[in-house]
C-alpha cells in the first residue's frame, strides 16, 4: 500500500521560506512514469497545483509560482520536499503532496492527508 505523509512546520513567518518534505512509503519515487506533486487549498477557496518532480527528477512549476518554489527529492530517504520563499498570509493553505501518472492534475489518484500552513508574524 502506497503512502504519502507531509510534514513540515505549521506556522511560518511572512518573507520567510516555507519548507515542506513528504515522505512515501510502500513505494519508489523512482517509480517510472510518476509525477509527485505538490498541490494546495487555501482556506474558502479551490485546490491549486504548485508543481511536481517526475520520477526522472525532472521538475515542474506553476507558472504563477514559479519564481517562488523549488522541488527537490531526496531518493535515498524516498521523499521530495517543497520550499515555498517570500511567503505572504496569502499562502496560508493545506498543503498536499499527491502522486499521479498525469501531471498538473488537482485530483490526483493518490495524496496525502494534507498538513495545514499558517503564514503569519
Known amino acids: 500500500q502506497v503512502q504519502l505523509q507531509e510534514s513540515g512546520p505549521g506556522l511560518v513567518k511572512p518573507s520567510q521560506t516555507l519548507s515542506l518534505t513528504c515522505t512515501v512509503s510502500?513505494?519508489?519515487?523512482?517509480?517510472?512514469?510518476?509525477?509527485w506533486s505538490w498541490i494546495r487549498q487555501p482556506p474558502g477557496k479551490g485546490l491549486e497545483w504548485m508543481g511536481a518532480?517526475?520520477?526522472?527528477?525532472?521538475?515542474y512549476y506553476s507558472p504563477s509560482l514559479k519564481s517562488r518554489t523549488s522541488i527537490s527529492r531526496d531518493t535515498s530517504k524516498n521523499r521530495f520536499t517543497l520550499q515555498l520563499s517570500s511567503v505572504t498570509p496569502e499562502d496560508t493553505a493545506v498543503y498536499y503532496c499527491?502522486?499521479?501518472?498525469?501531471?498538473?492534475?488537482?485530483?490526483?489518484?493518490?495524496r496525502g492527508q494534507g498538513t495545514q500552513v499558517t503564514v503569519s508574524s
Open positions: 518532480i517526475a520520477y526522472s527528477g525532472t521538475t
Open positions: 499527491a502522486r499521479d501518472r498525469v501531471i498538473r492534475t488537482t485530483t490526483p489518484a493518490l
Open positions: 510502500g513505494a519508489s519515487i523512482t517509480t517510472n512514469y510518476y509525477y
